[in-house]
T-cell receptor, first 116, second 112 residues
Framework: NAGVTQTPKFQVLKTGQSMTLQCAQD?????MYWYRQDPGMGLRLIYYSASEGTTDKGEVPNGYNVSRLNKREFSLRLESAAPSQTSVYFC???????????????FGEGSWLTVV | KQEVTQIPAALSVPEGENLVLNCSFT??????LQWFRQDPGKGLTSLLL?????REQTSGRLNASLDKSSGRSTLYIAASQPGDSATYLCAVKTGANSKLTFGKGITLSVRP
């Protein structure tokens, strides 16, 4: 059971370059998320997708775009990378429903991105 | 706007000690609260989830409690071990379709 899988795990970009972080989940979850984690700032939501075909901005969406390709996959694109986007990026997905484990969120292992 | 606070930011205890990690939130109208563990260089692993109608959840040596009226949750770790060393984060969801708000975490070090 793979859970939430992110690629790549590490990436170094030059300022102005573009790249896409890929995320896939195999748990049949409706909702998927992209977070960034920075020292002293905690986890901040970039974009999320409540269901296939929908995406919404989170706290820090500027400089990013997302695509919910299908129910399994949710990608994050940096169109023109800036040093301020150096961070650890986490993809996550969550269950729905009101059961005891309803709305539990599961995270990927993270993608370390450095923009020089 | 919901705010989640975890104090202190770091904690060091000797092995075997029972300990309590605190989480406070400003809006008591929550949907659920989740505790996570994060090891260095890794993602977050869900430990316990407490729905708004529940008062506590237990898993092994971990017990999480929820007091909505006071805006607090605690994670109790019994008989701590060096393997418990990690960062513990709590996160609050204010509605079924709302986003999670995370605290900044408590970095726990359990000394052998």
């Amino acid at each position: 059971n793979a859970g939430v899988t992110q690629t790549p795990k590490f990436q170094v970009l030059k300022t102005g370059q573009s790249m896409t972080l890929q995320c896939a989940q195999d748990m049949n979850h409706n909702s998927m998320y992209w977070y960034r984690q920075d020292p002293g700032m905690g986890l901040r939501l970039i974009y999320y997708s409540a269901s296939e075909g929908t995406t919404d901005k989170g706290e820090v969406p500027n400089g990013y775009n997302v695509s919910r390709l299908n129910k399994r996959e949710f990608s994050l694109r940096l169109e023109s990378a800036a040093p301020s986007q150096t961070s650890v990026y986490f993809c996550a997905s969550s269950t729905t429903g009101t059961g005891i484990w309803g709305n539990t969120i599961y995270f990927g292992e993270g993608s370390w991105l450095t923009v020089v | 706007k919901q705010e989640v606070t975890q104090i202190p930011a770091a904690l060091s205890v000797p092995e075997g000690e029972n300990l309590v990690l605190n989480c406070s939130f400003t809006d008591s109208a929550i949907y659920n609260l989740q505790w996570f563990r994060q090891d260095p260089g890794k993602g977050l692993t869900s430990l316990l989830l407490i729905q708004s109608s529940q008062r506590e959840q237990t898993s092994g040596r971990l017990n999480a409690s929820l007091d909505k009226s006071s805006g607090r949750s605690t994670l109790y770790i019994a008989a701590s071990q060096p393997g418990d060393s990690a960062t513990y984060l709590c996160a609050v969801k204010t509605g079924a379709n709302s986003k999670l708000t995370f605290g900044k975490g408590i970095t726990l070090s359990v000394r052998p």
